[in-house]
Every structure is written in structure tokens, then in C-alpha cells.
């Protein structure tokens, strides 16, 4: 690892999916130079499994929508503890960006009179979601991809970001290893995005696929001095796959049920008749969830140990020409024709609700420089998200970031530039090159185990502390982790960075989950059933000297012109309480 390299540009984003991606769109439209780092190959990005829409309040199906009802739907879905400017933000300028991606060649699915076409997603009030087939996420990958190309940004793919160079708290770029050849790269920038995705992959059952969403992210932001807000609320995706065991959690994308899919347990009763018999299967998915898992856990389930997920009803027509994507899925790996049996499926993490936090104007974070968006952002979705709110969450976002970092740079006096950073940088990085008795992948795959049994879809606190004990004797092994590279093998050393921003989430995600001592969303206590309406609240970790500490703060007041829309779906609460009781 002697090769190093250094490189300057006034904008640095990290990661390659469709909030980088975006973010780099618009620093570049504002004239400035450009470099993204993708940890993969970008065409494979984790944009791609955002696969059921993307909403905009168009109301080309529904007139009654508008983006107010748009903000009350998320704000209410996410149980009163998002964020309502984020909300806000969102809700009005989705429409633009959503037109603006399909003009870049998205090819969202159209009406009969040119319009977007719009489909309903769980706990939407109105049809919103716009949709290229089952298959959203990558269509705007492409596109995006397809703009970046055009304006010449540069995307350097098999970079690993093992520390943000940070003096008198401004950040002024970043350090790098290539996982092909080993090259060390300096990166120099006014400004860095982070746009690396959640946590999820440190779940045994996950929709996320090897070497994503292990908190690397979040743990650069950590490092560096940021306050993460709201780590224990993550989203559990009611349907993912449930063999073969290689690709288990896969995600069974939720516009099977938008396009008429029903939940039936082993016993062949439609039970989402007793969570909510309103909306049914189009309920929210912390609910849907949590009613997949009682259901298992209760023993009322399938062969495999999941429950039925059935579109068979639709006919095969229908359903190749709406979720081609999942019928092909379902084909190819299990041998499986969605047309005439049911599929299986369980619960599976899919979702970091929470992540940075962030000024909701500028997606700025603590640190002078440093901005993040997407997923890796926190404080927008709150104890549940909306489907098809992630996709406009990247897109809207992305552009933020690029502008409010693009402005920064524009306005730069002056660069931090300290040598004594970057060289403890390098230091930090050959340290973790050394001989051992313990393998870091194997201590991954035992993390993601004790992550799924101890804090789950269900948690209470004996099971929580349990968790917390077993993450830290996995951290007393890190130092006896080996750590072998050698020309075009540097596969060790990512999985020792993975492995340490996974554990570093996971103790945020229990420690933020111990400290809320109530059921919220995503967040389920079953010793702690009640939702308490009248005390909300955000929690947030910070890095107090290098330790983890977890405090309560108390969630933003509704901004005074959404008060109408506010008060008008007072009712939902009342619903969604009897429901948790």
C-alpha cells in the first residue's frame, strides 16, 4: 500500500447512486469541477432496488392531491417525528424534479394524454407514485448516468473512503484505497457529499447485497463529528425472499401489493383484515410488517416461514406488463410462475430511517464543508417512510446538496489544507495491515445474526442489552482481525473497514433503541406498547472524545401555514392508536 496519488477538485462526492449521482449534476452546472467515488461498479448502484415508483403530488389520476396532502401523508406515516421542513421541502419540489428525470430519459409509464401515469403505495391517500413498470430505481440510474456522461463528470469506480480529512472542523476532502490495485488517493476538495446509503446490510435478512449499506457512511460522518439522529428507526420491508438461502431478504418490491397483491398466512386466512381493515394490504409498512412477522412468529405461517404474497388473481398479462421485474424474479431463481402460485415472503431490513443530521435548507451537517443526502441523510422519513418517498428523496436532496456545497466552494476564501491529517490518515490506514487469529467476515456474518435476534422487527430491553454485550466482544476481536493485501487482493482490507462501520451502526441502532421506551413506527418495544403522542422526540448520538452517547431532542413544530392540513388528519392518529393497542 506505498502507491499514493493526490487530486483536487472543488466538489467531492462519495458514492454513486442516484443522490451522488444528482448532487454532481448540479455542482457541475454551477462550473465547478467534479469527482465522484463509487465503492462499486456504478452501474450497480443500490438506486436499482428502489424498484415500485417515485412520488409526485401531480393528482393526474386523483385531483383532490396536492403537495400538502403529499406533506401529510409523510409527516403522519412517519408517527410526528420527521423533520416538517424536509417534509415540506420534498412535498412541493418533488413534481419538478420527477418531469425533469423522465425528460432525462427515465421513461416513467404514461396516461392516455401524455401524463405520468400514477399507481397507489401503502398509506398514500391519493395515487402518486410514478413508475417505469417494477423496475423505478434503475431507469433513473440510467438516466442520471446518462447525464453525467453527457457533461463529463468524472466517476472513479473500487474506491473505498476509509476517513474524511478534517482540520478545525472543516472538511477538505478525503482518503481513499482502489480495491483492485491498491492505489492510495489523497482527494483535495472545498466541498464533500456523502451519498453512501444506510445500514441495513448489518441484518442477517436484508434486501441490501454484499459490500452495501454496512454504515460506512455514517461512521465517516461519526469520525469526523457529526451527530447521527434517529439510528433505531429502520425500516423493515414486509416482503423479501425467503430462499434460495443465498439471496434471502431479497426485496419483493411493494407495488405487487399497489397493484392488487393480498397477504394470506399458512393457514390461508387474509389476515391483514385484523391490523387494519381499512387499507388492508396498502397499509403502512411498519404495519404491514410487524403483522408479517406476529403472524410467522405466531407459528401461522408458510412451509419456508414466511407468509403468502398472492397477485395470482391478476392474471399473467397484468402482472408482466405491471411488475415484469418480479415475475421474472421469482422464474429465475426458484422456478416459480407468480401467475398461478402464491410467493413467499418474510420481513426484511430495507430502510435506514435515520443517518446524518442535517440543516434541512442546505443539507449542511456540524462540520464546515461536509454535506450528505439520500439515504445516508436522516430526519426526513421519521419512525416509518413511505414507499416511492426515497426515490424523490435522492433526487431532491442530491440537487440540494450540489448547490448549497457549490455555493460554499464559490464563496471560499480560503483552503484548509493540513498535511499532519492527511498523513495520520495513512497511518490509520497501514495500521489495519497486519497479521491474526480472527477473520473480519466471519465476525460480519455473526454481527448481522445477533443484529436480526436481538434487535429485530420486535425489541424489548433484555434483548437489546443482550445485543449491545455481544456487540462489544466483536469489537475486543478487532484487533486481533488479519488483514492480508497483496497485488489485485485487497478484499481483506474492505471487509476490516466494513466491519467496523458495522458494528460502530449497530451500537448506535441499540443504544438509540434502548433510549426510546416506547412503539413508534418502525421501532416496536414489546415492553414498552404505547405510542406517546404528546412527547415526541428525535433521538441523536453523538461523538463525545471518540465514545458513543445517546440524548433525546425534542422534534421541530409544524410551520404555521400547514396547520390546516395538520389538523384535518388529527383523525389518523386516532386510528393508527387503536391499531397499537
Known sequence: MDMRNTDISNILIIGCGGAGLRAAIEAKNNNLSVKILGKRNKNDAHTTLA?????????????????????????????EIGDPDLIEYMAKNSPQHVLEIDKWGANFSKLADGKLNQRYFGAHKYR?????????????????????????????????????????????GALSFNS??????????DAVILCTGGHTRIWSKSSSRKYENNGDGLY????????????????????GMLSPEEIAGTLVTEAVRGEGGILINGEGDRFMKKYDPERLELSTRDRVAFAN?????????????????DISHKGKDFIIEKIPKIYRQFIEYQMLDISKEPMEVAPTAHYSMGGIYVDASEHSTQIK??????????????????????????LIFGKAAGKSASNYSKNLNSCVRSQNVIENAHRNLQKRIKKGDQLA???QIKLRQLMWEYCGVVRDETSLKKGLDEVSIIKRLLEDVEVIVSDGNYQDLVNIYDLEASLFAAESTILSALNRKESRGSHQRSDFKDLYRDSKFNTIVKNRNGALKCDQKPCKEINKNLIDIVSSREKDIDIKNKLLE
Open 180 to 189: 483492485n490495485n491498491g492505489l492510495v488517493t489523497t482527494h483535495l476538495a
Open 293 to 309: 412477522y406476529t403472524e410467522i412468529r405466531n407459528g401461522r405461517c408458510s412451509p419456508n416461514g414466511g407468509v403468502y404474497l
Open 128 to 172: 402518486r407514485t410514478c413508475f417505469s413498470g417494477d423496475y423505478t430505481g434503475q431507469s433513473i440510474l440510467k438516466a442520471l448516468l446518462k447525464k453525467v456522461e453527457e457533461i463529463n463528470i468524472e466517476i472513479n469506480d473500487s474506491e473505498y473512503v476509509t476517513d474524511l480529512l478534517v482540520e478545525d472542523n472543516t472538511c477538505f
Open 51 to 79: 424498484a415500485g415508483g417515485i412520488n409526485a403530488a401531480f393528482g393526474n389520476l386523483d385531483k383532490e392531491d396536492s403537495w400538502l396532502e403529499h406533506f401529510a401523508d409523510t409527516y403522519f406515516e412517519g408517527y
Open 220 to 239: 465517516l460522518a461519526f469520525k469526523a463529528g457529526c451527530n447521527l439522529i434517529d439510528m433505531e428507526m429502520v425500516q423493515f420491508h414486509p416482503t
Open 369 to 394: 464543508g461536509l454535506y450528505a443526502a439520500g439515504e445516508v441523510a436522516g430526519g426526513l422519513h421519521g419512525a416509518n417512510r413511505l414507499g416511492g418517498n426515497s426515490l424523490a428523496e435522492i
Open 441 to 443: 467476515f466471519p465476525l
